[in-house]
């Protein structure tokens, strides 16, 4: 059974930093991609941040671009989602989410019809 479990979500005030992760279980953690997204309060669920399991290739939005580094470590299946200067337009849950058999790159990522998996969601709240 695959699982996507989230962690490091919090409060932080505007300026801040918070580094997320996401330990993945159950499949084979050797290709494909993982990724972040997140879920403002009434807003829908935007794609934030993509890597490339096989060679680390990343992508990421124009709102986080910059500000936002995602990385892994494959030999434990962990990924990670580095956020610094956070603003109070970056409060929101965070998703990991994984694509064993992905057939895209770039900007389709930041779709969610492209993912296959995901975890429950952590809360980042950021005060200004």
């Known amino acids: 059974q695959v699982a996507l479990v989230e962690s490091g979500g919090g409060s932080v005030q505007a300026g801040g930093s918070l580094r997320l992760s996401c330990a993945a279980s159950?499949?084979?953690?050797?290709?494909?991609?993982m990724g972040w997204f997140r879920q403002a309060p009434g807003k829908e669920r935007e794609g934030v941040a993509v890597i490339s399991i096989l060679n680390d290739n990343t992508y990421y939005s124009d709102s986080v671009k910059g500000r936002f580094t995602i990385s892994q470590d494959n030999g434990v299946n962990m990924v990670y989602l580095q956020m610094n200067s956070l603003n109070a337009e970056d409060t929101a849950i965070y998703y990991c989410?994984?694509?064993?058999?992905?057939?895209?790159?770039?900007?389709?990522?930041?779709?969610?019809?492209?993912?296959?998996?995901w975890g429950q969601g952590t809360q980042v709240t950021v005060s200004s």
């Open positions: 989410t994984a694509a064993p058999n992905p057939k895209n790159w770039g900007s389709r990522m930041l779709y969610e019809s492209e993912w296959t998996y």
């Open positions: 159950g499949y084979t953690y050797s290709s494909g991609y």
